[in-house]
């Protein structure tokens, strides 16, 4: 009930997480993450409200609203002259199945003029494997909108192989499920099933990014078996878009100035 007067009465704000090619260092795009502060009971979750929104049909409005502001914030780096980053943005399935999902996408990427490649979109399995052809018939049109897809949550979800080849997705993402147990003894179960989706993306020629990366550990196991990228409190947390944008100017490729 609160949920809905959050947008209206501005509790709803979007944090960023930045994400690292595991190579370099270099910042190679950013994550946008819900955050509702009530006003009397303070922050609430997401992985509270999110499915309250999407069983009382609110979900759409706030995931619209989640695109739009990820499309602002991209949109004002571009216009303060810096040279944005990709920013991900997590669409829950009643979204991503919503009627008017593509004509919302198309509307916010005209509304803000936004090329090729501002703005990625996180899908987990379970919102790919219901309902798969006309998801993969989805994916296409957002593909040509040129947007690029990942995979979340990638490992925990049931995902057909062979429909994995027909879906136009570009990264995987493995879950921090897999990636907390790596480089501990008595955890090889986990370092399988990363190693297993590190290989079969670059098989599948997917960029793949761990999420959840927390230690040196962690991070060495997945350097050692060609991650690409890796998100993680041990890089930055989720911070505020004005923390966020001081980070991309930070980080700004150098010009060739020759
Ligand atoms: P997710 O998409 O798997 O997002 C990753 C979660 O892990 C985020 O939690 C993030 O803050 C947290 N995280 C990042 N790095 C680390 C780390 O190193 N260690 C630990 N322990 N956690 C880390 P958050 O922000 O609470 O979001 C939870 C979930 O809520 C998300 O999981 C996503 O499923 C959902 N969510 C968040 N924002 C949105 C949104 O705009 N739309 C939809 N549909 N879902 C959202
Ligand atoms: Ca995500
Ligand atoms: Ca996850």
Known sequence: ????????????????????????????????????????????????????????????????????????IWSRWRSEGLVPLPIAVNLSAVQFQAPDFLHEVGRVLSEFDLPAGALEMELTEGTLMANTDAAVETLHQLVGKG???????????????????????????????????LGKHGNEGAEAIASAVIAMAKSLKLRVIAEGVETAEQRDFLKDHGCDEVQGYLYARPMSVEAATALLAATQPQGDMA
């Open 1 to 72: 009930v609160d949920l809905r007067q959050a947008i209206d009465v501005g509790e709803l704000e979007l944090h960023l997480q930045p994400q690292f090619t595991l190579a370099h260092g270099q910042p190679v795009g950013m994550e946008a993450l819900l955050r509702w502060t009530h006003r009397t009971r303070g922050p609430v979750s997401p992985a509270r409200f999110i499915p309250i929104a999407e069983s009382s049909g609110m979900i759409a409005e706030i995931g619209n609203w989640v695109l739009r502001e990820a499309a602002r």
């Open 147 to 181: 947007i690029q897809i990942a995979i979340d949550d990638f490992g925990t979800g049931y995902s057909s192989l062979s429909y994995l080849r027909r879906f136009p997705v570009s990264k995987l993402k493995i879950d921090r499920s897999f990636v907390l147990d």
